[in-house]
């Protein structure tokens, strides 16, 4: 998802997560999470601290998780 997407799952994680099948999926952790939205620097991309919902762009080696969305 793009930052403006993650941001808006940041917002409603708690609805979210009540949403997951407990132990079939991953509730979304307080952790980084990368976005699909490149950074005006060379080797960044944005993304987004689940645990404070700031968005930052990150060096591309950084190691973050990655969450799938489908359109709904």
């Known amino acids: 998802p793009a930052v403006d997407e ?3 799952i940041d917002e409603n994680r708690g609805l979210i997560n009540q949403g997951l099948k407990k132990g079939a999926y991953d509730e979304i952790s ?3 999470y990368w976005s699909s939205t490149e950074s005006e620097y060379v080797d960044c ?3 987004v601290n689940m645990y404070d919902g700031d968005s930052d762009d990150y060096v591309k080696y950084d190691d973050f998780y990655v969450r799938a ?3 709904f």
């Open 69 to 71: 969305v489908s359109v």
């Open 45 to 47: 991309a944005w993304g």
């Open 30 to 32: 307080d952790d980084v």
């Open 6 to 8: 993650l941001n808006l």
